[in-house]
Structure formats: C-alpha cells, structure tokens
C-alpha cells in the first residue's frame, strides 16, 4: 500500500488530522490520556478566543474539558447509567473519573 493511500486511510477513517490541527493551533488543546489522537473525536468546541474542546468522546469514554487544578479533565464510560444524561451538559454526569495531568 503506498504512502498516499495510508494517509488517505488515516484520513477517511479516524480523527488524526482534525486532531492534530487542534493541537497544533492551541496549546491548551490535550487528548485525554485514556484515549488517543486516532479516535478521540471533540463534539462541543469553545467558541471563544481559543478553540479548545469542551466535550468529547472516543470509543469507550465521554470527556469535558474541565481545566481545573484538581483535573484538566473529566471522563465517564459512554456505556453509563446516569439518569436524564445528556453528552453535552456536565451538570448530568454521574460517577465522573478524574483524567490524568500530562
């Protein structure tokens, strides 16, 4: 398979690219250490001076970006139990796991 058609793939089938755009456009932009710069996919971008991610998911977890002392972010499995969740608003989390400090 050539290099072209890698990139191409790498492309079409997971969020590298958009990913590495981020991270390389705003400093302030982390993926989380339980996931990984192929799949973790941000969904609620600030829309303020920096364009950091404010919610995202990969393929087992949902994470906000929390930027707090105590933890940079906040994740739950995508399989949880929490009532009335909604993906978008930490307020519905439950059992919240602390993400890791880079």
Known sequence: ??????????????????????????????????????????????QGASNYWLYGKDRTNYYHFAHMEQALYLYLPINNSCPGFDRENIRTWCNVRIGKHH
């Open 1 to 46: 398979m050539s290099l072209a058609a890698v990139t191409l793939l790498l492309g079409a089938t997971t969020h590298v690219f958009s990913n590495a755009w981020l991270m390389l456009t705003d400093r302030s932009n982390v993926i989380p250490a339980e996931s990984s710069i192929l799949w973790f996919e941000p969904y609620v971008i600030n």
